[in-house]
């Protein structure tokens, strides 16, 4: 009964269009001072104790390295290498994007962040060049998900926060997954490409490559630093966003320096604010998810759902169908942190390794980026572009469908996702 209550409230606020942040806070308060008698001092200390984990510092320092990397010009370097290095393919231009979407995911840690860095210089460049403007869209649209699931990414360490799993080893995990989608979607771009014969750019020389990686140099050592650091136990993931957060900071400034002094403070601050955002949706998920436990609610779901004799596979396609229904209307860091702490339990049960299914639920999130209504993604590319989110939704299906393909394949082959932290000794 409680369950009920909690979820049809929850979807009542939700349907007012009040935000999932507060609709999450109302919830567990309404709920708590009107059926339970648990005091209000262990409310407030729940707030507190909730997200006084280490792991959490890594947001706010990943979300600034992001914003000084898209401000300072790494992007377009890195654009510029891959293009020297496959823009003679069939729909060269995508292809870089492709390629140059995973080398920025791979230092930002943020699937919007990764479209704005990408998109607004390769889409106007691809337009120029002869290509439609949903096909750039597309590409952009759907390859920048694959900042979430490269390592760094932040819903990883929520999923971390909220199932208490290494953030190490699912970034470790993520390497492979997101090797693989990347090159899904490129094949998807190039196949695409030479159905409709859309241009090819001149075959770079090798000195041209040469000189594009020596100035996108730079860049791609952030990669190097951050993940060997990882690696090799120098630092942890925290200090890792830490590091890397100070590296961005040098390069965009003193290294390529299409930032000045004078243009940090509103890094800083637009680093500030999507930082508060993230931190609040934490701390009313965190809230939620005491509600649940105090409630039994997840051991009851858990026993329910292996009482009806679902097994691995069922319970994973049922997983998939949630999230992907739940990525209709919320965006990642709300479903990790609302769904996670519900799910994870019957999983365990099941057998699922924990970082394993940590992978499957961010690729589900990339899938929910990508389409409407609360596709980040689409809406990033909404305002690049200045194409509609009903002529996006038509521009991107092909790549979605890839994503689809390669979530079906991510689910069901463990393999891919833990071979790696597994060979690195992680788990």
């Not at 000045?260 to 609040?280: E, G, H, I, Q």
Request: with cysteine; net charge neutral.
């Amino acid at each position: 009964m409680s369950t009920l209550i909690i979820f049809g409230l929850l979807v009542i606020l939700m349907l007012t269009g009040m935000p999932i942040s507060i609709s999450l806070g109302l919830t567990v308060l309404t709920f708590l001072f009107t059926m339970t008698e648990v005091p209000i001092e262990s409310v407030a200390l729940k707030l507190f104790t909730g997200i006084e984990k280490f792991e959490i510092m890594a947001i706010p320092f990943f979300i600034l390295a992001g914003n000084f990397l898209t401000h300072g010009g790494v992007a377009r370097r890195m654009i510029n290498f891959a293009s020297s290095m496959v823009g003679h393919w069939y729909g060269g231009l995508g292809l870089a994007g492709v390629v140059a979407c995973a080398l920025f995911a791979a230092v930002s840690g943020s699937s919007p962040a990764t479209v704005v860095a990408i998109g607004s210089i390769l889409l106007p460049a691809m337009v120029r060049a002869g290509f439609p403007n949903k096909f750039g869209a597309g590409v952009i649209t759907t390859s920048g998900g694959l900042g979430i699931l490269i390592p760094p990414s932040i819903v990883m360490v929520m999923y971390s926060v909220s199932t208490n799993t290494s953030v190490g080893a699912l970034f470790m995990a993520g390497v492979v997954p997101g090797a693989v989608l990347a090159l899904f979607l490129g094949f998807t771009t190039w196949y695409r490409a030479k159905k409709f014969d859309y241009p090819r750019q001149p075959k770079a020389s090798w000195g041209e490559r040469g000189r594009t990686f020596k100035d996108s140099i730079w860049g791609l050592l952030l990669i190097v630093i951050v993940m060997g650091g990882i690696y090799s136990g120098v630092f942890t993931p925290t200090e890792a966003a830490a590091m890397s957060a100070v590296y961005s900071f040098f390069v965009a400034v003193f290294v390529y320096k299409d930032l000045t002094l004078k243009d940090v403070p509103r890094v800083l601050l637009n680093s500030a604010n999507m930082s508060a955002m993230l931190l609040y949706i934490i701390t009313n998920a965190v809230l939620f998810s005491f509600l649940m436990t105090h409630e039994n609610i997840p051991q009851e779901m858990a026993d329910w759902m292996l009482g009806t004799g679902v097994g691995v596979i069922g319970f994973l396609l049922m997983a998939n169908i949630l999230l992907l229904i739940a990525g209709n209307f919320m965006e990642p860091s709300s479903i990790v942190l609302i769904l996670a702490p519900i799910l994870f339990p019957i999983a365990v049960k099941l057998g699922i390794h924990p970082v394993h299914f940590g992978i499957m639920m961010v690729v589900n999130m990339e899938v929910g980026l990508c389409h409407p209504p609360v596709g980040l993604n689409l809406y990033v590319a909404s305002g690049i572009t200045k194409m509609g989110i009903t002529e996006l939704t038509v521009a991107v299906w092909p790549w979605l469908l890839t994503m689809l393909v390669f979530l079906g394949l991510v689910t069901y082959w463990p393999a891919l996702s833990l071979a790696l932290p597994q060979a690195m000794g992680m788990i």
